[in-house]
Nanobody, 129 residues
Framework: QVQLVESGGGSVQAGGSLRLSCAASGGTYRNYCMGWFRQVPGKEREGVAIYWTSGGGTYYVDSVKGRFTISRDNAESTLHLQMNSLKPEDPAMYFC??????????????????????WGQGTQVTVSS
């Protein structure tokens, strides 16, 4: 059974950094699209960055390009999101997600698709100005 568990959230001042981790178990995750998403109350969930496990391809939404880096530790089956230069608009509940196959592993001017099959419970990120 696929299970995703996020960690690493917390409170940081604007301009600071946080590193989120997502421990993935219950599968090999070969040919999976994995990603980080965020959501604030009253708004739709937004894709932030995605990672294709078979090749390491990545995609970022414009608002985080140059500041966030998605990566995967294959040995530990852990997905990371390094967040630098955090801004007041970055606070949200951050979720890790996984989906078999490449169907959602891309982006467009409408952002990243959110119909991933598997989701974690989320980790809260707070940024103070």
């Amino acid at each position: 059974q696929v299970q995703l568990v996020e960690s690493g959230g917390g409170s940081v001042q604007a301009g600071g950094s946080l590193r989120l981790s997502c421990a993935a178990s219950g599968g090999t995750y070969r040919n999976y699209c994995m990603g980080w998403f965020r959501q604030v109350p009253g708004k739709e969930r937004e894709g932030v960055a995605i990672y294709w496990t078979s090749g390491g391809g990545t995609y970022y939404v414009d608002s985080v390009k140059g500041r966030f880096t998605i990566s995967r530790d294959n040995a530990e089956s852990t997905l990371h999101l390094q967040m630098n230069s955090l801004k007041p608009e970055d606070p949200a509940m951050y979720f890790c997600a996984a989906d078999p196959g490449p169907r959602f592993c891309g982006g467009s001017n409408r952002g990243i698709r959110t119909e991933f099959q598997y989701w974690g419970q989320g980790t809260q990120v707070t940024v103070s100005s």
